[in-house]
Nanobody
Framework: QVQLVESGGGLVQAGGSLRLSCAAS????????MGWFRQAPGKEREFVAT????????YYADSVKGRFTISTDNAKNTVYLQMNSLKPEDTAVYYC????????????????WGQGTQVTVSS
């Protein structure tokens, strides 16, 4: 059974940092792109960041470029999202995602989702 389990969300003040983790299990993900989407209240789920397990094909949404960093620990089968200089508009539920492709782009083609972790940034 494939599982993507997120952790690391919470409440932080604007300008602060959080690191999200996504532990992947249940299959071999070497042919998959991994990454993160987020969904704010009343809005559609949107792409945040993606990479391959090798570290290649790393892409970010323009809104987080220069502030967020995605990475992997292959030994732990874990994907991370380091979020710095957080803003109130980063408040959302963050979802880990996996798709058998070169890069994540849109929600409709994602193969596996995590349960989500809440990130709240206060002003």
């Amino acid at each position: 059974q494939v599982q993507l389990v997120e952790s690391g969300g919470g409440l932080v003040q604007a300008g602060g940092s959080l690191r999200l983790s996504c532990a992947a299990s249940g299959r071999t993900f070497s042919s998959y792109a991994m990454g993160w989407f987020r969904q704010a209240p009343g809005k559609e789920r949107e792409f945040v960041a993606t990479l391959r397990w090798s570290g290649a094909n790393t892409y970010y949404a323009d809104s987080v470029k220069g502030r967020f960093t995605i990475s992997t620990d292959n030994a732990k089968n874990t994907v991370y999202l380091q979020m710095n200089s957080l803003k109130p508009e980063d408040t959302a539920v963050y979802y880990c995602a996996a798709e058998r492709t070169l890069r994540l782009r849109k929600t409709a083609t994602v193969d596996y989702w995590g349960q989500g972790t809440q990130v709240t940034v206060s002003s």
